[in-house]
Nanobody, 119 residues
Framework: QVQLVESGGGSVQAGGSMRLSCVAS????????MAWFRQAPGKERESVTE????????YSASSVKGRFSMSRDNAENTVYLQMNNLKPEDTAVYYC????????????WGQGTQVTVSS
């Protein structure tokens, strides 16, 4: 069982920046693919960006390319989501997810952190 704990959410004005963190409770963190998802009110959850065990970005949603970047620190069991030039449509609950394989379902999820962008 892997526990994921997100932090760093909050409120920001449009054009601002924010960094989210997700810490995983596993000694095998470097074997997990990681991802950030988000769910806006009234919308389905969507994948924002995904990263392989060795730090390669394997997916990035077109809506965030050039503005968001994901990274990981395997020594700290942590992934980050740096969000720049935030827009009101980025308002959502952001979730961290993990899986132990290249493909397949995301098995472990964090509790989510709220990001609110005001215009």
């Amino acid at each position: 069982q892997v526990q994921l704990v997100e932090s760093g959410g909050g409120s920001v004005q449009a054009g601002g920046s924010m960094r989210l963190s997700c810490v995983a409770s596993t000694s095998a963190f470097n074997r997990y693919y990681m991802a950030w998802f988000r769910q806006a009110p009234g919308k389905e959850r969507e994948s924002v960006t995904e990263i392989s065990w060795n730090g390669d970005i394997t997916y990035s949603a077109s809506s965030v390319k050039g503005r968001f970047s994901m990274s990981r620190d395997n020594a700290e069991n942590t992934v980050y989501l740096q969000m720049n030039n935030l827009k009101p449509e980025d308002t959502a609950v952001y979730y961290c997810a993990a899986r132990g394989s290249t493909y397949g379902q995301w098995i472990y999820w964090g509790q989510g952190t709220q990001v609110t962008v005001s215009s």
